[in-house]
């Protein structure tokens, strides 16, 4: 008799596709969670808040200090508020940062170059 194991379908958001920022994070080959460890490191020390690991679902990220919970618990209104999400597979790597456009001008500033935070900043002021 064989046991046969069904390898999870990671689920994505459709908004990693047009995000206004992605980064990916690959970690240390053979070390399990190192790529997520990475990308939690990041995060917090910019100042964004992740949800909890829920295989196969993305992890939410909001920038500021925000209990965020699993993915199967959020409902479709709490998902549209996220500010970006991580994908991929969590354990063995790589693990996809993506910031949606919807997040706040400064929480994108945070994570991208200052060329890149300016422009960001203008379009904001344009649209104003």
């Known amino acids: 008799m064989s046991i046969i194991h069904r390898l999870p379908q990671y689920q994505t958001d459709p908004r990693a596709d047009q995000a206004a920022f992605t980064k990916e994070f690959a970690g240390t080959p053979g070390v399990a969670f190192s790529a997520l460890t990475e990308a ?3 995060l917090k020390e910019r100042g964004f808040s992740f949800g909890q690991l829920c295989v196969p679902s993305p992890i939410g990220v909001m920038h500021g200090r925000c209990a965020i919970p699993k993915w199967r618990h959020l409902t479709p209104d709490e998902i549209d508020m996220l500010h970006g999400t991580l994908t991929g597979d969590h354990r063995n790597g790589p693990v996809k940062l993506s910031l949606f456009w919807s997040a706040p001008s400064v929480a994108i500033a945070k994570v991208a ?5 300016l ?5 904001e002021g344009a649209a104003r």
């Not at 422009?119 to 379009?123: T, Y």
């Open 119 to 123: 422009a960001v900043s203008m379009l």
């Open 40 to 42: 939690q490191a990041y």
């Open 113 to 117: 170059s200052p060329g890149y935070a």
